[in-house]
């Protein structure tokens, strides 16, 4: 199948775009045992008796420690990625629990290149990726700072560095496109859009609505083990969408044992696949053109029912539920039984629902589908990415 792609930094087939990255990256390894093994024979070659060899040193010597540094390291974390992918099932269990000598998900984050977590990842992990894509640019500056001591010593102590810097030079290309293709990477995952709505003239999203997420990357498809949740913490009281859809389980509802008046609350939503369309394009339903009031049948819960909508969109919403007023019986009041002076949102704590008045309680939302979309998203190519 060709390569598709519809931007020049985007390619929409991910299974090829992931071939071509594991044929960038191997010729990066290729290359950089040419050059290491170019270095050696140069630096095997100085000649204590001679000035000229002894000074060549101050440049093949540092080029040796970059290339070290960079280009091998980037090396090492490719052959464990490997290793990671072919044989993790086999070195460790289901569970995840501490095997060999660490966790198949530090492993991953090892052999990914995204081990550093930084505090900000914790309410957007959507930089995690970014980690990656900051150590590969860097390994790309530091050959090219060896490459230009390659040029230096080649010009002053010819025939030292000759070879390398030609090796170096032809190699260049290459590295360039690993990073463009890098960058494809990352930016296909976070402007995904389902619909295919992307080189669409006019077509534009509603101002709430933040993205599309594949559903093959949220928490409930990432873990093995029934309403597991990826997230380190016991209690966490993160407000992000990101990380609530990618790192805790949908199914368990957070722990809201009180709803007070203006408290931001994180909810869902459930429709159909078409319905979320038109409501990242339009926004929620209201009941007439010049009134922001929802309609009546829009109702959010604070955890996933699985047996409704199993195949259609499940929307993460940021909402203000204004006025509250909480229900502790067994049935539900319709939120149109109470004053609109009074009330903005109903809450009923044995079923987890909430029903807000109007559409602008609605702050921000993501949307992940369920169903068969038309843009297909092969989440296999980000395992230990996210």
Known sequence: MPISFRSPINFFNDRNRYCLLIIFHLIESV??????????????AVSDRSSIDRASLAYLVPIL?????????????????????????????????????CR????????????????????????????????????????????????????????????????????????????????????????????NQYNTPGYQTYRSHLRFIPYGIVNDQ?????NASLCDLTNCESESLH???????????????????????????????????????????????????????????????RSRHRNGAIICARINVGRVVTLKGLNMVPLESFSVHATDSVYHQPSGKIQIRTAKQIDKWIITIRDQTEDRFDAGMYKGCI
């Open 31 to 44: 290359t950089f045992w040419i050059r290491f093994i170019i270095l050696y024979s140069d630096l095997s």
């Open 65 to 101: 420690l970059i290339e070290l540094c960079s280009s091998f390291i980037v090396f090492l974390l490719n052959c464990l990625y490997l290793i990671t992918k072919c044989c993790s099932n086999n070195l460790f269990d289901p569970g995840d629990q501490l095997n060999i000598c």
């Open 104 to 195: 198949r998900r530090t492993l991953w984050r090892i052999s990914t290149m995204t081990c550093f977590k930084f505090y900000c990842y914790h309410e957007h992990p959507q930089a995690i990726l970014l980690t990656r894509l900051f150590i590969l640019f860097l390994s790309f500056f530091l050959r090219f700072i060896a490459f230009v001591l390659g040029a230096s010593c080649a010009s002053r102590y010819n025939p030292r560095a000759v070879a390398y810097t030609v090796t170096s030079s032809l190699s260049l290309p290459s590295s360039t496109m690993t990073l463009v293709t890098e960058t494809a990477h990352f930016f296909r995952l976070w402007t995904y859009s389902p619909n």
């Open 222 to 226: 990432q873990t093995t083990e029934w």
């Open 243 to 305: 990380h609530l859809l990618l790192y805790h389980s949908l199914a368990v509802p957070r722990q809201i044992p009180v709803i007070n008046d203006n408290q931001i609350v994180i909810a869902f939503y459930q429709t159909t696949k078409n319905d979320a369309y038109k409501i990242a394009r339009d926004g929620f339903t209201v009941t007439g053109p010049r009134t922001l009031t929802l309609a009546p049948d829009v109702y959010f819960t604070i955890s996933i029912e």
